[in-house]
């Protein structure tokens, strides 16, 4: 068990952890399984006293899984996880291009809950009672030695101290604004529909994107033999239904699916933003926190993972030389490049799967076609399966 953090103003002696995590979701867990297998005083805080409901990530890409591979869990992610070998672009029926993963790795599927469990478990075998729940952090002090963390508790704040703190806590970022961080907004934003259902489209292991005239309609394997639908829409419903989303797919592309088994349905915004900086002091920001990239190609989750990769190797060499100040500089330099990079990605993504008609769609279908074709083909794959995040 961790040592107890001190009543703020208590006067005792705070105990000083290697590195206070804010945010459990499956950014701040990879990166504490990550610093804990290396034997470091890692505390997890997370407001949640349980775990979310709403799956959100499905696609771990095989950078993503090489994260999850150095946190423990690649096995058993394998294991449970639908592989998708093979993506197919259709429009109005006609095949524009297909693409094959194999040769450059495949991309799994699993829900984000289900990868988030297996990382909790995990870190609680490597460095058991680390992540504490229904802690919500409200203030930070860099002290220039060591960060000061504080929350309340039972009414009362209570501070710990640590030598670094990573603010991995999400999109909406307390971290970020308390550091005074700028989140500026990036190319790319629509609103969307999904829902996960039973797959009775025969292809268990392909990815389906329907560039179709009125938006795309993208489909993707889950495991358990289902599948997820995403639709673009003109505006998001304030309620999304299954019958909504199964409407809007047989509409557009001619497919049917089981209404009655269909779960999950939700609306989303899908929006861009970037951290003007992703560390200051002692303090760095990872994940969401640092970086919001559109769903639409699937990116968010395995570049916060990698940007644990990068924090788990950098915060090691800078806790092994003595704790430095400014151990961060790399980092914020290589993985904000990376973030801009996904976000260019999924613009491009989000303006491919636009509603488009006559010269456009025209236009569209040919570069879609190209892109579909050697050389360009495998320069898609290696896009597909995020080989440069
Ligand atoms: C519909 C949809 C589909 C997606 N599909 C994919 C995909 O296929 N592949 C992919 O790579 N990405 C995908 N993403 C993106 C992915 O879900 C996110 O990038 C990922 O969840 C980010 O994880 P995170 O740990 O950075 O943040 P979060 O998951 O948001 O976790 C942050 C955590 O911090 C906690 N917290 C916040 N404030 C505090 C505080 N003050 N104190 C303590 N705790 C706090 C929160 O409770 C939360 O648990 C998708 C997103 C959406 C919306």
């Known amino acids: 068990m961790p040592p107890a953090d001190a009543p703020a103003g208590s006067g005792a002696r705070m105990p000083r952890h290697d590195v206070v995590i804010v945010g459990a979701g499956a950014v701040g867990l990879v990166l504490a399984c990550l610093l804990a297998r290396r034997g ?18 499905i696609g771990i890409h095989p950078p993503g899984l090489r994260a999850l591979a150095a946190a423990g869990i690649e096995q058993e992610v394998r294991r449970r996880a639908a592989e998708i070998q093979a993506g197919r672009v259709t429009c109005e029926g006609r095949v524009l291009g297909s693409l094959v993963f194999t040769r450059v790795g495949t991309v799994l599927s699993l829900p984000q809950l289900e990868t988030e469990a297996l990382l909790e478990r995990r870190l609680e075998v490597l460095r058991p009672g680390a992540l504490r729940r229904g802690v919500e ?7 220039g030695t060591h960060v000061e963390v504080t929350w309340s508790s039972a009414g009362a704040p209570v501070t710990a101290a640590a030598s670094y703190v990573v603010g991995a806590d999400g999109m909406r970022s307390g971290i970020r604004t308390l550091l005074g961080i700028e989140w500026a907004p990036q190319r790319g934003r629509a609103q969307y529909v999904m829902c996960d259902t039973r797959d009775d489209t025969g292809e268990p292991a392909t990815a389906l994107l329907h560039f179709e005239p009125a938006g795309v309609v993208e489909s993707f394997p889950l495991p358990g033999a289902r599948r997820r639908w995403v639709a673009l829409v003109q505006r998001a419903p304030a309620t999304a239904t299954a019958e909504h989303m199964a409407a809007i797919v047989a509409a557009r592309t001619g497919a049917r699916f089981d209404v009655s088994a269909a779960s999950g349905a939700s609306a989303f915004e899908a929006r861009q933003h970037l951290a003007g900086r992703m560390a200051q002091g002692r303090v760095a920001l990872a994940g969401d926190a640092a970086h919001e990239i559109s769903p639409i190609g699937g990116q968010g989750m395995n570049l916060g993972w990698l940007d644990a990769m990068r924090l788990d190797h950098d915060l090691a060499a800078a806790l092994g030389a003595g704790a430095p100040y400014e151990a961060f500089a790399t980092y914020d330099r290589v993985r904000r490049a990376a973030a801009a990079r996904a976000a260019r990605q999924a613009a491009f993504n989000m303006t491919m799967g636009a509603p488009a008609t006559g010269v456009r769609l025209r236009l569209r279908n040919a570069a879609v076609r190209l892109l579909a074709l050697p050389p360009a083909r495998a320069m898609l794959a290696r896009a597909f399966t995020m080989r440069w995040l």
Do not use: I
């Open 40 to 57: 470091l005083d890692v505390v997890v805080l997370e407001r949640r006293t349980e775990r979310g409901t709403h799956s959100r990530a």
């Open 137 to 143: 952090v409200q203030a930070l002090q860099d002290r």
